[in-house]
C-alpha cells in the first residue's frame, strides 16, 4: 500500500497528464489545420500558433508528409511564412543596420567572385547570373549584401554588423530553422525560399527580395 | 475519477523513469564510445537520441557540458558502422567546400565541385588518400547534394567530414545506409579545418576494390583546371 502522499502525487501527476495531453491534441489539430489550410490559400492564419506547433511537431509532421509522399518543404515553407507574419510590424519598423544574406548556389556555374573569410563572396558584377543587379539595388536600398558560403558565415556577420533587421534567402530546409532561430535572438527577419533549391544553379524569386527591401522600416545604414 | 487519476499519473511517473534511464544508458553509452571504449547497445543507443534529438538539443544547450551532443552521436555512430564501413566496396565520401583554400576557384557542377587538386588545400591529400581506398570524393557546397548523389551512385557505405551538426544532420538523414563521419577540426563555413590524420584512419577502415580504384575520384566533365590557382598540376 502506497502512503497517501504518493496517491496524491500520481494523481495531481495523473491530471496533469491528461491536461497535457488534451493540450497536445488541440495543437496538433490547431497545426495540421493551419498547414491544410496553407497548403490551399498560401496564407497562415495564426502565425504565433502556427510557430508554436511547427517548432514543437516538427519531427513528426515531416515523418508524417514523408510517408504521404507530399513534399517535405510544405512544412518549412509554413513555417517561414508564419515568422514572416509573427516578424512582420518590427521587420517595418526596424533600425538601420541591414543586412541582405544570399546563397552562394544562386551564383552562376562559372563565377568568379572572390571569398572573403568575412563578408562572403564578393560579387564581381559580372551579370552572369543577377546577384550583381541585387547588390546594386542592395547598396541603394541601404542594406549589407553577403554572398554567404554557408549559414556560420552569416551569424558571424550578423551578430559583428549588430544587425536590426535581416533578409535571408536560402533553401526553405535552412531557412525555416534560421527564422525561428532569429525569431528568438529578437532579429527582425523577412525570409525568401528559394524557387528551386539543390544547392548548384538554384534560382529565387528576386522581386520579393526586392520587395522586402522595400518594406525594411528605418532610414539606410549607409 | 482520483482513482483514474492515480493510475494514470503512475503509468505516466513509470514512463518517465523508463525513458530517462534510457535517456542516461544511451548518453553513457555514446561517451563511452566517444573515449574510444567498447560499448554494448550502440543502435539502440541510437535510436533513442535520435528519437529525443531536439529537445535533448535544446537541454544541452542549457547544459555546461563540453563535449556537443552532435559530435557524441557522430562517434557513436562511427563506432556502430565500423565493421559495416570494412565490409563496404563501393564507398562516397563527401567533403565540404568550405575546406577549399580561399584562393580556389574551381568550378561547380551538379555533382559539386570540381576539384583541380592544386594543392593549396587538404582536398588533395584527400582525394589521394580516397582514390586508394577506391572511393569517389565529392566537394560539396550544400547538404542537398548528398540525396541526389546517393541515388546516383548506389554507395554502399559513405564517409562524411563535415561540421559536426551537418555531419550528425546527414548520417540521421541517410539511415540504412552505413556511415562514417569525421566532424571539421575549424567550424565556421569558410576556411574550415580537418584533422587529415582522422580521415586516413576512417578511410583505412574502408573495404578495398580492385576494380575500379584508379578512376574513381577523376574530375567530373572537363576537368578543367584553374590557371590563378594552380600552375603546377
Not at chain 1, 510557430?51 to 514523408?66: D, E, K, N, Q, T
Not at chain 1, 568575412?118 to 547570373?129: F, P
Not at chain 2, 592544386?118 to 580516397?130: P, R
Not at chain 2, 551538426?165 to 548520417?171: A, D, L, P, R, S
Request: glycine share 10%; proline share 5%.
Amino acid at each position: 500500500m502506497l502512503p497517501v502522499v504518493f496517491k496524491v502525487i500520481f494523481g495531481a501527476l495523473g491530471v496533469l497528464s491528461l491536461l497535457a495531453a488534451a493540450v497536445l491534441v488541440c495543437l496538433v489539430t490547431a497545426t495540421v489545420g493551419l498547414l491544410v489550410a496553407y497548403r490551399r490559400s498560401g496564407a497562415v492564419a495564426w502565425p504565433r500558433v502556427a510557430i508554436l506547433g511547427g517548432a514543437v511537431l516538427y519531427s513528426p509532421i515531416a515523418l508524417v508528409l514523408r510517408r504521404l509522399g507530399r513534399d517535405g518543404r510544405l512544412l518549412d515553407r509554413f513555417l517561414i511564412e508564419a515568422a514572416n507574419r509573427v516578424g512582420a510590424t518590427a521587420f517595418s519598423h526596424a533600425g538601420p543596420c541591414r543586412l541582405l544574406a544570399v546563397p552562394q548556389c544562386l551564383r552562376a556555374r562559372d563565377c568568379r567572385a572572390r571569398l572573403d573569410p568575412r563578408l562572403g563572396y564578393r560579387c564581381v558584377r559580372c551579370g552572369k547570373c543577377r546577384l550583381g543587379e541585387l547588390a546594386e539595388r542592395a547598396e541603394r536600398e541601404g542594406f549589407h549584401f553577403c554572398i554567404a558560403p554557408g549559414d556560420g558565415c552569416v551569424k558571424r556577420l550578423a551578430k559583428e554588423l549588430g544587425v536590426d533587421a535581416a533578409i535571408g534567402v536560402a533553401c526553405a530546409a535552412e531557412l525555416s530553422g534560421a527564422m525561428l532561430a532569429g525569431l528568438r535572438m529578437g532579429v527582425a527577419a523577412r525570409g525568401v525560399p528559394l524557387a528551386s533549391d539543390g544547392c548548384f544553379e538554384t534560382t529565387a524569386d528576386l522581386d520579393l527580395v526586392k520587395e522586402a527591401m522595400a518594406q525594411c522600416g528605418g532610414s539606410p545604414s549607409r | 475519477m482520483w482513482g483514474v487519476a492515480e493510475q494514470i499519473g503512475r503509468a505516466v511517473a513509470a514512463a518517465a523513469v523508463a525513458g530517462l534511464a534510457c535517456v542516461a544508458v544511451s548518453l553513457a553509452i555514446a561517451v563511452r564510445a566517444s573515449h574510444g571504449r567498447s560499448a554494448p547497445l550502440k543502435r539502440f543507443s541510437l535510436v533513442v537520441l535520435e528519437l529525443l534529438y531536439l529537445p535533448l538539443r535544446m537541454l544541452w544547450a542549457a547544459l555546461p557540458v563540453k563535449a556537443p551532443l552532435d559530435v557524441l552521436m557522430v562517434t557513436l555512430r562511427n563506432a556502430s558502422n565500423r565493421g559495416r564501413l570494412a565490409r563496404a566496396q563501393r564507398g562516397i565520401v563527401l567533403v565540404p567546400s568550405c575546406l577549399r583554400h580561399l584562393a580556389c576557384a574551381a568550378p561547380g557542377s551538379r555533382r559539386g565541385i570540381q576539384c583541380a587538386r592544386c594543392g593549396l588545400c587538404k582536398l588533395q591529400e584527400i582525394h589521394e588518400q580516397a582514390g586508394r581506398a577506391g572511393w569517389r570524393v565529392f566537394v560539396l557546397t550544400g547538404s542537398a547534394y548528398v540525396p541526389r548523389l546517393v541515388a546516383e551512385e548506389r554507395p554502399e557505405a559513405a564517409l562524411l567530414v563535415a561540421c559536426a551538426h551537418e555531419c550528425n544532420k546527414v548520417m540521421m538523414a541517410l539511415g540504412a545506409l552505413p556511415t562514417y563521419g569525421v566532424p571539421l577540426t575549424r567550424n565556421g563555413c569558410v576556411a574550415t579545418d580537418v584533422d587529415l590524420g582522422q580521415v586516413r584512419a576512417a578511410l583505412r577502415l574502408c573495404g578495398r576494390p580492385a576494380a575500379n580504384s584508379g578512376a574513381a575520384d577523376k574530375p567530373e566533365g572537363t576537368g578543367r583546371r584553374n590557371p590563378t590557382v594552380c600552375s603546377t598540376c
